[in-house]
């Protein structure tokens, strides 16, 4: 939709303000006058650009980064043609907009709130390669020519002969490490954009990494924030789906979108060949041993690296089970035995809820602070603007979601954040007092910023309450707090003397970095050169700085050639693969991508 004629001609409403910022900003970068285009933002302000300008994922903040930038991108980005998306909204004091525009390899899409005329918020996002567009709509393949010839090939004889041929007779131009939800969505991202690529995964089936989980699991985001690229979950998904109804989607997906995933294949090894300028590496298919090369290594194996067990004095002498919560399978006849739960995050409550269902005598042990979301006030206050029946009947669609979200740099989503939170400290304000009567210790992140800045900043330290919280208010399921000192026989030892009777001990102790799986797969060396995945620097707890403003070596070029890391959650995996998929496809073609400012590595493995 184009912005109506009769609104653009007043210079007072939104939209006649944002098409004068607009043309001010496409003469001032045009005519390569850095201050002019500067002088278009107001002191506080930051522009978030996604490939377009930077060939990565980067924030600029204040007038100082955005020209300096600038004078060292334009002649190369050469942007051009800058106009309204469709009209624009708020008033003359605060305006927001949808924008296009073009770059000398792209066409963009992106975001712009001013503040009395002057730009606060820009984001600029790469969304297709000029002269490599998908072929999709008015532009979609045939499918068959209409001509009858002997010996013609069907579409099921074509796919399986390029299936047979690709990581043997034809190499890929991308590897994907991983076939979970993160591997395949991007996976069907480059096979739209025509990169040949191969998925690896180890487990048997596609969807098997959700269908191994302990039976009780059903995400805790609502549908509307889990769609993958291209294909959304039907409109009488559940909100909540099951683990086993998400493995099966992922299967059927994978099929439907006729990936190259080749499941019940381990990556053994993986090193870069300088001269021939491509990956080896060695995998067991099937027990095959197969060498593939590809130009592009994806490591896709979710939003951590290796469980955390820690080592505990007499670990070696308990009597009973005791396991990480990845091997938790959930079930079972647990009565008369006792549990003991090390952790009080999403998985811990998780699982002493799967156990308490199952007969078991249960005890948390909670070591730190942990933030709680209620399910219903997080659905409403966090994501109901966007990610919600009612976000859909606004025009709010998945994508414009995305975008919004991403539009709210990380230097000034918590403040955005904040109030999210206070209002539902006060609307749960019950269930908050008894958690606290139970003795359980709360928080709302370090600066009462609640879930998603939490997440953001270290991946775990929350829970979505989806009934365990009322198990722990109620004493059905025990709480201790504090550190565990060591373990007997038969029972965990707190700091403070106190004994836990235990027949199971759960570690729901997290994961360490992703860079873990580089250190084994290609080398330590790597792994150091790449350096810390996730958080941005904020400098809280287990998200140390310096500030970096994106997320660590994710979805954008690490400082190792060619090997990216792409995960997250089932929103980010929807979302940034775009981003992935494009910086792949750009560089099989040959395009000039010159990287600005890639961060440096910070904090190695």
């Known amino acids: 939709m184009s912005p109506s004629t009769t609104e653009e001609a007043s210079s007072t409403t939104p939209t006649g303000i944002v098409t004068e910022w607009l043309q001010a900003l496409d003469e001032a970068l045009t005519s390569r006058d850095v201050s002019a285009a500067t002088a278009l933002f107001a002191d506080d302000c930051y522009w978030r650009d996604f490939v377009a300008f930077t060939w990565n994922l980067k924030t600029f903040e204040g007038r100082e980064q955005i020209g300096t930038m600038l004078t060292d991108r334009l002649d190369h980005v050469a942007p051009t043609g800058w106009a309204l998306a469709e009209d624009a909204t708020g008033d003359a004091e605060n305006t927001?907009?949808?924008?296009?525009?073009?770059?000398?390899?792209?066409?963009?899409?992106?975001?712009?709130?001013?503040?009395?005329?002057?730009?606060?918020?820009?984001?600029?996002?790469?969304?297709?390669?000029?002269?490599?567009?998908?072929?999709?709509?008015?532009?979609?393949?045939?499918?068959?020519?209409?001509?009858?010839?002997?010996?013609?090939?069907?579409?099921?004889?074509?796919?399986?002969?390029?299936?047979?041929?690709?990581?043997?007779?034809?190499?890929?131009?991308?590897?994907?490490?991983?076939?979970?939800?993160?591997?395949?969505?991007?996976?069907?991202?480059?096979?739209?954009?025509?990169?040949?690529?191969?998925?690896?995964?180890?487990?048997?089936?596609?969807?098997?990494?959700?269908?191994?989980?302990?039976?009780?699991?059903?995400?805790?985001?609502?549908?509307?924030?889990?769609?993958?690229?291209?294909?959304?979950?039907?409109?009488?998904?559940?909100?909540?789906?099951?683990?086993?109804?998400?493995?099966?989607?992922?299967?059927?997906?994978?099929?439907?979108?006729?990936?190259?995933?080749?499941?019940?294949?381990?990556?053994?090894?993986?090193?870069?060949?300088?001269?021939?300028?491509?990956?080896?590496?060695?995998?067991?298919?099937?027990?095959?041993?197969?060498?593939?090369?590809?130009?592009?290594?994806?490591?896709?194996?979710?939003?951590?690296?290796?469980?955390?067990?820690?080592?505990?004095?007499?670990?070696?002498?308990?009597?009973?089970?005791?396991?990480?919560?990845?091997?938790?399978?959930?079930?079972?006849?647990?009565?008369?035995?006792?549990?003991?739960?090390?952790?009080?995050?999403?998985?811990?409550?998780?699982?002493?809820?799967?156990?308490?269902?199952?007969?078991?005598?249960?005890?948390?042990?909670?070591?730190?602070?942990?933030?709680?979301?209620?399910?219903?006030?997080?659905?409403?206050?966090?994501?109901?603007?966007?990610?919600?029946?009612?976000?859909?009947?606004?025009?709010?669609?998945?994508?414009?979601?995305?975008?919004?979200?991403?539009?709210?740099?990380?230097?000034?989503?918590?403040?955005?954040?904040?109030?999210?939170?206070?209002?539902?400290?006060?609307?749960?304000?019950?269930?908050?007092?008894?958690?606290?009567?139970?003795g359980f210790d709360l928080d709302f992140g370090e600066d009462g910023s609640g879930l998603f800045v939490k997440y953001l900043r270290r991946g775990s330290g929350y829970y979505i309450d989806v009934g365990a919280s009322q198990l722990v208010i109620d004493g059905r399921v025990k709480l201790a707090t504090g550190q565990v000192e060591k373990l007997t026989g038969n029972a965990v030892v707190m700091d403070d003397g106190t004994e836990l009777e235990a027949d199971l001990i759960v570690y729901a102790t997290g994961y360490g970095s992703m860079n873990g799986w580089l250190s084994d797969l290609v080398s330590p060396e790597v792994a150091n050169a790449v350096g810390k995945c996730w958080g941005y620097g904020s400098d809280t707890k287990r998200d140390p700085g310096p500030w970096e403003g994106e997320l660590r070596n994710m979805w954008k070029p690490t400082n190792v050639d060619n090997l990216w890391i792409h995960g997250g959650n089932l929103h980010q995996s929807r979302h940034y693969s775009n981003y992935l998929a494009l910086q792949l496809k750009a560089r099989m073609e040959g395009l000039d991508t010159p990287v600005y400012q890639r961060q440096a590595s910070h904090h190695t493995h």
Not at 215 to 227: A, F, M
Not at 295 to 303: E, T
């Open 96 to 438: 927001e907009a949808w924008i296009n525009f073009e770059t000398g390899a792209a066409n963009g899409y992106g975001h712009l709130r001013l503040k009395d005329g002057k730009c606060w918020t820009l984001l600029t996002t790469m969304q297709e390669l000029k002269g490599f567009e998908e072929k999709k709509g008015r532009n979609r393949d045939r499918g068959v020519d209409h001509e009858i010839t002997r010996g013609r090939k069907s579409w099921l004889e074509r796919k399986e002969e390029s299936e047979d041929r690709l990581g043997y007779d034809e190499q890929p131009n991308t590897l994907i490490i991983g076939g979970g939800q993160g591997g395949i969505g991007l996976a069907a991202r480059l096979r739209r954009q025509g990169v040949p690529t191969i998925v690896v995964e180890k487990n048997a089936r596609a969807g098997d990494s959700w269908r191994k989980r302990y039976k009780s699991l059903h995400l805790h985001d609502p549908v509307w924030y889990d769609h993958l690229p291209y294909l959304k979950f039907p409109d009488d998904w559940p909100v909540f789906a099951s683990k086993d109804k998400v493995g099966d989607w992922l299967e059927h997906y994978t099929a439907i979108m006729e990936l190259n995933y080749w499941s019940g294949t381990e990556a053994v090894k993986a090193a870069y060949d300088e001269a021939a300028g491509e990956w080896v590496v060695e995998v067991k298919r099937d027990g095959v041993p197969v060498t593939l090369r590809p130009k592009q290594l994806v490591f896709a194996l979710g939003v951590s690296g290796y469980p955390n067990v820690p080592h505990f004095e007499g670990a070696e002498t308990f009597l009973g089970q005791q396991y990480h919560s990845s091997q938790h399978a959930g079930g079972g006849d647990w009565t008369g035995k006792k549990a003991v739960v090390i952790g009080s995050n999403n998985s811990a409550h998780d699982i002493c809820a799967d156990l308490w269902e199952h007969g078991a005598e249960v005890t948390m042990v909670q070591r730190s602070s942990t933030h709680i979301s209620r399910s219903e006030s997080l659905m409403d206050l966090g994501l109901g603007g966007l990610y919600s029946e009612e976000a859909l009947a606004n025009g709010v669609t998945t994508e414009k979601a995305d975008l919004l979200f991403a539009s709210l740099p990380y230097r000034i989503l918590p403040e955005a954040q904040k109030p999210i939170y206070a209002e539902m400290a006060i609307r749960d304000k019950g269930f908050y007092d008894d958690l606290a009567a139970a």
